[in-house]
């Protein structure tokens, strides 16, 4: 990172926000066997993994992860990566996961693919809230509500160094 991004979340901010938000997700779920977490390419699959290990650190819910691509070029393109047929997903709770929720576009893309299975429920997760909407979505599951500009960019980085950079 240089010198002029700020950071906004450090790694035990952020560890703190996911803890919470699988306390969260667990409480609105508790009577499911089981969740299936669907992470958008990149960093929302990260979070999602993320997640899965908290809710099942805390819990006894089993939690499934997804990998949701969407082509930036084809918005209409979504699919999942691991070729998990969506019947499996029939009558079980979906938490579609992002790291930035920005415009809404990217969640509503998202959410196509599963919009004509049979899932109980779709829910939506995000670590950072933007609130530039300008699609109607909204996180169930929220980490942190960041007023930025529309120049602004934020940057979620998870794994070893864990942090999110206003830049």
Do not use: W
Not at 131 to 158: C, M, Q, R
């Amino acid at each position: 990172m240089t010198s002029t991004d700020n950071k906004i979340l450090d790694a035990k901010s952020i560890r703190q926000k996911i803890r919470r938000m699988a306390y969260e997700i667990y409480e609105r779920n508790f009577e499911e066997k089981s969740l299936v977490l669907a992470g958008i390419q990149g960093a929302g699959v990260d979070l999602a993994r993320e997640l899965g290990k908290e809710i099942e650190s805390i819990s006894d819910v089993s939690v499934e992860i997804l990998e949701v691509l969407i082509d930036k070029t084809d918005p209409d393109d979504v699919k999942i990566s691991d070729d998990t047929p969506l019947p499996s997903i029939n009558d079980k709770v979906v938490i579609l996961v992002d790291d930035v929720l920005n415009t809404g576009r990217t969640m509503a893309n998202g959410m196509k693919i599963f919009l004509g299975t049979s899932v109980k429920k779709i829910e939506t997760v995000v670590l950072v809230n933007r609130s530039h909407k300008s699609f109607p979505v909204l996180a169930n599951y929220l980490g942190y509500e960041l007023s930025t500009t529309l120049n602004d960019h934020v940057e979620v980085i998870l794994g070893n160094d864990p942090a999110v950079y206003l830049k």
